[in-house]
């Protein structure tokens, strides 16, 4: 996801770095994406001392259930934790790669340890954009799955997502201003309705994405 300005940045870990400093940056870093750590705390403890080891060879704490390509910006998808890189894989399998975070709303996660399993196709995920205090009422954010682009308003205590792309000049509406229901684009005006994506300009409407707000984390459905 990006556009969340108050958001901890990734840092770059140097040799040196404990597994106490991986756990004082990755756990605030996942809460924001509606994860957290892992219950077993042995298994926590043995993925992070393999990142570890990573950091010391290759530069940095890639993902140790993940192959490096050496294409830098492939390899930068699996440095840890790569939740944003792949949030409908995750929000399906309810956990990263490995299991060294889960879901928010799992209950029981013992057995999700390494647990390596793809989505199948046409399959429904619920993907956890931000926490509802994240954005404020009259706001806007923009939210990047995977391929998908979208803009996440609120209005009061409602939650909206439509297409982040103006149908006029291609714009990303999440640069826009929030009047009421309707969402501004930032460089020539156009407005749609965020309940149903509807503009005065035919045929340009917006898609509208299914969003809900469960125990204050904002999901989106998407289809993989």
Not at 137 to 146: D, N, Q
């Amino acid at each position: 996801m990006s556009g969340a300005s108050d958001r901890p940045r990734r840092q770059l870990f140097h040799p040196g770095t404990t597994i106490d400093d991986l756990k004082a940056y990755m756990g605030p870093f996942v809460a924001t994406l509606g994860y957290r750590f892992n219950s077993d705390d042995e298994f926590v403890e043995a993925v992070l001392t393999a990142e570890l080891g990573i950091l010391e060879t290759a530069g940095d704490v890639y993902c140790p259930c993940r192959i490096r390509t050496g294409d830098p910006k492939e390899d930068a998808q699996i440095v840890c934790p790569c939740i944003p890189f792949h949030r409908e894989q995750f929000a399906a399998i309810r956990k990263c790669w490995c299991g060294l975070f889960v879901r928010t709303d799992v209950e029981d996660d013992t057995e999700l340890c390494g647990v390596i399993d793809e989505p199948g196709p046409g399959q429904e995920v619920d993907v956890p954009v931000c926490r509802a205090s994240d954005l404020a009422p009259g706001t806007v954010r923009h939210v990047k799955i995977g391929k998908t682009d979208l803009a996440v308003v609120r209005v009061g205590d409602e939650f909206h997502a439509v297409s982040n792309v103006c149908r006029h000049a291609f714009a990303p509406l999440s640069d826009g201003i929030v009047e009421g229901y309707e969402l501004v684009c930032p460089w020539h005006g156009w407005r749609y309705d965020v309940r149903d994506g509807t503009t005065d300009h035919p045929g340009a409407d917006l898609r509208v994405y299914p969003l809900f707000v469960v125990n204050e984390c904002v999901m989106i459905r998407l289809s993989v």
